[in-house]
């Protein structure tokens, strides 16, 4: 089976504090993604790298940065966290290969609240 | 721009019946892969089904499967014989380029 790990499920942080957010896969996937999930709002993309040190924004980049300096790691940084910063993260990746049926593999999620 | 449209942001059923979860989209690509997720209370998010949009067969898996029609963007979910174990959020989700776009979610609950 697939495994996509976040290292970490519940997190408190105050505001400014530099956050790092982890996510490990065990599948080779050439892709990886940040989403960010708020109620009514569903998921909403952070950044995504299909590459190693590759990276690209996506719908709401502002505040955040990612790293990716080996295929099976992707970090989300929060440089200085604010209280809208508050919410659920999931982590995700996925083959580049449409024979894979591309599916899209997700963490468990990281709660982060700052205060 | 694609987009993917969740037009119940709930839905509630009685255990045993049969319940279907609508789902629309927009794009005008031709080549693209619809999938529903469901993520229940304790936050995994995980496959329910997939359809290829070349494919006319709508994909069934077990007591989950589509009505996809193309022409209409439409992507529905049925699920049958509702178990309580059901009960969960489900994502609508299209993906192209491998990118991939989500719907706001629909939260189901399967009454006993």
């Known amino acids: 089976d697939v495994k996509v790990t976040q290292s970490s499920r519940y997190l408190v942080k105050r505001t400014g504090e530099k956050v790092f957010l982890e996510c490990v896969q065990d599948m080779d996937h050439e892709n990886m993604f940040w989403y960010r999930q708020d109620p009514g709002l569903g998921l909403r993309l952070i950044y995504f790298s299909y590459d190693v040190k590759m990276k690209e924004k996506g719908d709401i980049p502002e505040g955040y940065s990612v790293s990716r300096e080996k295929k099976e790691r992707f970090s989300l940084i929060l440089e200085s966290a604010s209280t809208n910063q508050t919410s659920m993260y999931l982590c995700?990746?996925?083959?580049?290969?449409?024979?894979?049926?591309?599916?899209?593999?997700f963490g468990e999620g990281s709660w982060l609240t700052v205060v | 721009a694609q987009t993917v449209t969740q037009s119940q942001p709930e839905m509630s059923v009685q255990e045993a019946e049969t319940v279907t979860l609508s789902c629309t989209y927009d794009t005008s690509e031709s080549n693209y892969y619809l999938f529903w997720y469901k993520q229940p209370p304790s936050r995994q998010m995980i496959l329910v089904i997939r359809q290829e949009a070349y494919k006319q067969q709508n994909a069934t898996e077990n007591r989950f499967s589509v009505n996809f029609q193309k022409a209409a963007k439409s992507f529905s979910l049925k699920i049958s014989d509702s178990q309580l174990g059901d009960t969960a959020m489900y994502f609508c989700?299209?993906?192209?380029?491998?990118?991939?776009?989500f719907g706001t979610g629909t939260s189901l609950t399967v009454i006993p």
């Open positions: 995700a990746s996925s083959w580049i290969s449409a024979s894979s049926g591309n599916t899209i593999y």
């Open positions: 989700a299209f993906m192209t380029f491998n990118q991939f776009y």
